[in-house]
């Protein structure tokens, strides 16, 4: 079970996005809306259509890398230390309180590095992006990694999109601060 969770992880970031392409053509042509039309539900155009892009893209994303938290947070739930539970347990803690004043503090290290890598992971969904939709319908899947791209290599004003890259360094750093500052107020169990 861990090797399927984990497999996408490990297909390459092209092949996946063709594959997605591929199951989500419109009309009849993806499996996706075959499916849905064998249940009487006529699927929509899942690339071409604003309001599905966007949700096509992060779909196919989260599925990806999905399998890389679940490793995370299993080896979090795993090696949690057995004789803090255990004395919480015999303090009289149960149930839902036994989570929130004792694992959830010992998994939070876990939890802000999945939050910071993931974080970071989604602003640099480019080739998603590039193969799945080019930035369309109409710019809405256009992030701000794909629009420097544009910019840079489309429109070729290659300053703008180096001050859109600073820009995108300096907001995945703050970003990155923040929840790293943030760590300490949500955590009460360090190593």
Avoid: C
């Avoid at 392409?21 to 996706?32: N, R, S, W």
């Avoid at 892009?53 to 938290?69: H, T």
């Avoid at 640099?124 to 193969?131: A, C, G, H, S």
């Avoid at 601060?177 to 760590?183: A, D, F, H, N, T």
């Amino acid at each position: 079970m861990k090797a399927i969770v984990f497999l996408p992880v490990v297909t390459s970031g092209v092949a996946w996005s063709i594959v997605f392409k591929y199951l989500l053509q419109g009309g009849q042509a993806g499996p996706i809306n075959y499916f849905l039309s064998l249940v009487g539900i006529q699927g929509p155009n899942w690339l071409f259509e604003k309001g599905w892009a966007m949700l096509s893209v992060i779909v196919s994303r989260v599925i990806k890398n999905l399998g890389v938290n679940v490793i995370i947070f299993l080896g979090a739930v795993l090696n949690m230390p057995q004789d803090i539970i255990e004395a919480a347990r015999i303090d009289g803690a149960k149930g839902f309180t036994l989570f929130r004043k004792i694992k959830l503090p010992l998994l939070m290290p876990s939890v802000m590095m999945i939050t910071i890598v993931t974080v970071i992971g989604s602003m640099r969904v480019f080739d998603t992006i590039k193969l799945m939709t080019d930035g369309g319908p109409e710019g809405s899947t256009m992030v701000l990694v794909y629009y420097i791209y544009h910019q840079a290599f489309k429109m070729f004003d290659t300053g703008y999109a180096s001050t859109i890259s600073v820009i995108l360094f300096m907001i995945v750093l703050s970003l990155t601060l923040v929840q790293w500052i943030g760590r300490r107020r949500i955590s009460y169990y360090e190593n």
